[in-house]
Structure formats: structure tokens, C-alpha cells
């Protein structure tokens, strides 16, 4: 009944470990590096955005966008992705969380901010809301 519980701490602990040991090889020559990636769909959010969002700018059409964030664990650093859903694959943004879109991202990501490491992990954070 409980083997889900067990079946995440297990994951967690791994996660924890590769994020530990990319932070710990982080500053070696790429050659000998190892890198771990964490990425993510945010919510959508309207541009401009504030939090206690009240008055005239209420009631205005904000721009919509999506945020696609790729953590750099070893450089403790976060790559930000903001894709307006005009501009993104299908109509009114519907594929903008789709495959090609993310594969794009992570292919960037690595090439630029990973590339020459040794190894390199990767985990996503997956959260449904229905």
C-alpha cells in the first residue's frame, strides 16, 4: 500500500544525489565534470504581472505567456524561457508545452550550458492539473 511512498523517497534520494555531485565536480575541467539539469513548465502568466494586481490594469488584455524554466544544478544557475502564445508552435499556443518546443529548450540549454561535461543528468518536474 505505501511501496508509492518508498518508490519516491527512492527518487528523491537519487535526485539529491546527482544534484550533490554536479555541485561538487562543478568546478572541474569540463572533461571530468558532471552536470544535472532540472526543468519545468510554470504556469502561464499575463505580462504585465503583479501580484496584488488591482485598478484600471485589472480589466486590460495582458499578453500571456509561458514560462519554461531548465535549472543548471551544478552552476546553481536558471535558464528562463518566456514563449508569448502568439508566437508559439499551434494555434493560440495550444503546442507551446508540446515535444519540438521542449526538446528545442533542452537542446539549447545543453548545447550552451553543458556541452563538454563528462555526464550530465536530467529530470523533470511533472506536475498535472486537471
Known sequence: MRSHIVLA?????LYNSLIKK???TSHLCPAERSNHF?????????IPHHARQMGPLY???LRKVHIFGMRIDGQSRQLNFLIDENESI??????AQGPNAVISMIDYA??????EDLSCTIHAIIVRVS
Open 9 to 13: 523517497q527512492k527518487e528523491r534520494d
Open 22 to 24: 554536479a555541485k561538487e
Open 90 to 95: 499551434g494555434a493560440d499556443g495550444a503546442n
Open 59 to 61: 480589466f486590460a488584455s
Open 110 to 115: 545543453l548545447n550552451t550550458h553543458g556541452c
Open 38 to 46: 532540472t526543468f519545468d513548465f510554470a504556469q502561464s502568466v499575463g
